[in-house]
């Protein structure tokens, strides 16, 4: 895998750490050691853990990082290798049939035979399924970039099992096959970054492919580490506050926990509302842009006063 820079950003992981930091991503020794690995391993990296920790922003950043074309497969229920693989451009084949008709005269001219006459018919038709006439789709994309790239296959697990079963062509072995022409084989294999919200159980085959990886939420210190390269403008007291506070949030008994991005908006809520610390009335105001369900905001009021205050306090 080569890109203009030679990909000598990852000749390490603190290198790896170090550029994913450079483009605002707060990686962390796993993470970076998965990036290496995959790179070195020649291997996909399947990321799995609650939404919003930082899964499809990893792939965004890696490309910008590297300096790297991204291409984004989005998965959900039904999708088909038509969609992710190709399509043929039939407004361009239509055309062409036409103008062949016309020409039709001009093509025969010679054919004494049906043999010769069936002949130069064939020549034609291999050009009618060729890939003059194919529109790409992310993965056949992915496999035609001329430098390096990152191919993301984003919320896995809303595909379903005969996709999975798809896939394997591509993360075994860097190419697909469009069975009007053939295999193709990536030109350089990008880096492959496959996440799931673990909607469902991926199969074993998908994971012998790839190298796991984890992302949870993040500790109070690289939360704050995380907010601080996303929210530059915010005050020191106002930051340690926020992040006490989500953190002790994710600690109670509610149906969805707020993600590392909610964090983000609410700390620049906080800062559009011009808050300088936390306080209860600041906080219920505003606690829908961290809970995005009735019920949690409902089951947290008794505590809100708490967690505001030890907030506060911290």
């Keep these: 895998m080569t890109n203009k820079t030679g990909y ?40 799995e853990g609650p939404a919003g920790v930082g899964k499809t922003d990893l792939a965004a950043s890696m490309a910008r990082f590297l300096e790297a074309p991204l291409t984004r497969l989005q998965c959900y229920e039904g999708l088909d290798e ?85 896939l394997l062509e591509v993360l075994s072995d ?6 009007e022409i053939g295999t193709i084989k990536a030109k350089v294999p990008p880096l492959v970054i496959l996440t799931s919200n673990n909607i469902r159980e991926l199969g074993d085959a998908l994971k012998r492919r790839c190298l796991h990886l984890h992302i949870g939420f993040p500790e109070a210190e690289r939360e704050r580490a995380i907010v601080r390269a996303r929210v530059p403008d915010i005050a020191d007291n106002l930051l340690t506050q926020l992040v006490v506070f989500v953190q002790g949030l994710r600690d109670l008994d509610i149906r969805k926990q707020p993600s590392i991005s909610e964090t983000v908006d609410w700390a620049r809520t906080l800062i559009l509302m011009h808050a300088n610390d936390l306080d209860e009335d600041m906080v219920r105001t505003t606690l829908n842009v961290l809970l995005k369900h ?21």
């Design 82 to 166: 038509g969609k992710a693989l190709y399509e043929w451009k039939y407004g361009k084949q239509l055309l062409y049939t036409q103008l062949l008709k016309e020409k039709l005269g001009e093509v025969m001219d010679g054919a004494a035979t049906l043999d010769a006459a069936f002949t130069k018919l064939t020549s034609f038709e291999d050009l009618f399924f060729s890939e003059t006439f194919l529109e790409p789709r992310p993965l056949l994309t992915a496999m035609q970039q001329e430098a390096a790239s990152v191919l993301l296959i984003d919320e896995i697990d809303k595909s379903d099992e005969e996709f999975e079963a798809f």
């Design 294 to 314: 009735e019920s949690d905001i409902a089951a947290v009021d008794k505590d809100l006063r708490k967690l505001t205050r030890t907030s506060a306090a911290s």
């Design 8 to 47: 000598e950003p990852l000749t390490s992981i603190d290198a790896i750490t170090a550029g994913l930091g450079s483009v605002g991503y707060i990686s962390t020794r796993e993470i970076s050691t998965a990036i290496y690995l995959a790179h070195n391993l020649r291997k996909p990296i399947l990321i």
């Design 174 to 179: 860097y190419q697909v096959t469009v069975p």
